[in-house]
């Protein structure tokens, strides 16, 4: 697993924990950028059209593509759906992951911005701190941070209201990231829409306000599944186990022993 939030507590800090990074970057990549264009291109609601078996509906995308953004044109063509290429997302947390994530953009030409616990350059990436700063200027929001004491709770009412009208949260990370009440609030005023793998509460109990929020879609923490990742993590601990017997310095460490 990358997420190891909950190990610490479990064994104590008289051991040495590693995570199995670079494991599932691909698959969980891959997760984010196929739900960032499902949500640009409709597809939630397209799947329920299929399901009802009325093709006029179609016309559903752009009455609520000018619910979320105020465009109130008249468009042609009737369905209107957005494209990815040259928006401006923001990357919140840029380890192993959300550099795959941006590789994965890089055909798209997006405008990246990168957010971590830190500032650097080569390439440029923002402290948190700046986060508040940085909002108003993204399209689409990507969260793939560690969940620590910091990050819990990261993205509450203060932040959500201060992202774009009808930008896209994703949230490929860990649901306590999210206040979940103002998320609910959010998506039902219609203000911002949402990609969740991860909840908070999860599993997400039946009859849970997020279930019929609108503008938004959940996969139930399956982002980082995938037939390769259990060859990749073996792999990995094997690289770690190997490393560790010849006394080397482990790669991943996440905690070290005190």
Same mark, same amino acid.
């Given at each position: 697993m990358a997420g190891t939030e909950w190990i610490p507590s479990t064994v104590g800090p008289h051991v040495t924990i590693c995570n199995a990074r670079g494991a599932h970057n691909i698959s969980t990549a891959e997760?984010? %950028?196929?739900?960032?264009?499902?949500?640009?291109?409709?597809f939630?609601?397209? =799947?329920d059209v299929q399901k009802s078996g009325v093709w006029k509906r179609r016309i559903e995308a752009n009455a #609520?593509?000018?619910?979320?953004?105020?465009d109130q044109r008249k468009l042609h063509p009737p369905v209107m759906l957005e494209e990815l290429t040259a928006k401006t997302v923001m990357l919140v947390g840029y380890g192993a992951i959300g550099k795959e994530i941006e590789r994965m953009l890089a055909p798209f030409h997006c405008k990246i911005l990168r957010v971590a616990r830190s500032a650097r350059t080569q390439p440029m990436v923002h402290a948190?701190?700046?986060?508040e700063y940085l909002l108003p200027q993204a399209e689409i929001v990507v969260l793939i941070l560690p969940s620590t004491g910091e990050s819990r709770g990261l993205i509450g009412r203060e932040q959500l209201s201060l992202m774009r009208q009808g930008a896209l949260l994703v949230n490929a990370a860990r649901g306590p990231i999210v206040d979940t009440g103002a998320l609910v609030e959010a998506l039902n005023e219609g203000r911002i829409r949402a990609a969740l793998d991860v909840t908070d509460p999860e599993p997400l109990p039946e009859g849970h306000p997020l279930w019929s929020c609108p503008n938004l879609f959940i996969t139930p923490h399956v982002a980082g599944s995938s037939p390769q990742f259990g060859p990749r993590s073996v792999?990995?601990?094997?690289?770690?186990?190997?490393?560790? =017997?010849?006394?080397?310095?482990? #790669?991943?460490? %996440? #905690?070290?022993? %005190?």
């Open positions: 997760w984010t %950028v196929a739900s960032i264009l499902a949500m640009l291109k409709n939630p609601l397209f =799947i #609520q593509y000018a619910r979320l953004t105020g948190v701190s700046d986060l792999k990995t601990a094997i690289g770690e186990l190997r490393r560790y =017997i010849n006394g080397e310095p482990l #790669q991943n460490v %996440v #905690q070290a022993a %005190v």
